[in-house]
T-cell receptor, first 110, second 113 residues
């Protein structure tokens, strides 16, 4: 069974600092990996999807990397803003299943 | 498109009552998923449909839970009878393919007293 881990569960950073969020997974036989954002009381919004054949994916200030062999992905948010405060979840797809981590709750301090 | 639409947004009920959650997926999406989110267990897949047919219901906790998809634009998740441990946020999500980008609804916050 695929296990997805995101540590730490919560973190705070000052505005302007770069954010680095880590995701690890136990089974490297994945098809793709998604990073989601969840705001309080809201559903999840997909930010980036990386196919297993890709090393990274970029969208604006967001960059996600994937190292399938070591079972790791990193979400990098440049020059963080208070509006980036949210919970970020990682999910890996394999064996016809999407497995989620529990997320990193991020607070960007103005 | 308005996105995935769920109703109600909040539901408070008493133990033993029947609860019905509703979902309208994004038009053209062939896959529909029901998830449950709690602090302790995170996001759990309950069941998913492909072209209105249930494909994997192994995440449904027990016989008190049932889900239907009578057509491509509507699905329900029913809990009968409800119990306090069912209290959670229930999300519906849809996608073009099970491996593709997933679109979530805003969720239903269920409280069973």
């Amino acid at each position: 069974k695929q296990e997805v881990t995101q540590i730490p569960a919560a973190l705070s950073v000052p505005e302007g600092e770069n954010l680095v969020l880590n995701c690890s997974f136990t089974d490297s036989a994945i098809y793709n990996l998604q990073w989601f954002r969840q705001d309080p009381g809201k559903g999840l919004t997909s930010l980036l999807l990386i196919q297993s054949s890709q090393r990274e994916q970029t969208s604006g200030r967001l960059n996600a990397s994937l190292d399938k062999s070591s079972g790791r992905s990193t979400l990098y948010i440049a020059a963080s803003q208070p509006g980036d405060s949210a919970t970020y979840l990682c999910a890996v797809y394999g064996n016809n299943r999407l497995a989620f981590g529990k997320g990193n709750q991020v607070v960007v301090i103005p | 498109d308005a996105g995935v639409i769920q109703s109600p947004r909040h539901e408070v009920t008493e133990m033993g009552q029947e609860v019905t959650l509703r979902c309208k997926p994004i038009s053209g999406h062939d896959y529909l998923f029901w998830y449950r989110q709690t602090m302790m267990r995170g996001l759990e897949l309950l069941i998913y449909f492909n072209n209105n047919v249930p494909i994997d219901d192994s995440g449904m906790p027990e016989d008190r839970f049932s889900a239907k998809m009578p057509n491509a634009s509507f699905s329900t998740l029913k809990i009968q009878p409800s119990e306090p441990r069912d209290s959670a946020v229930y999300f519906c999500a849809s996608s073009w393919d099970s491996s593709e980008k997933l679109f979530f609804g805003s969720g239903t916050q269920l409280s069973v007293l």
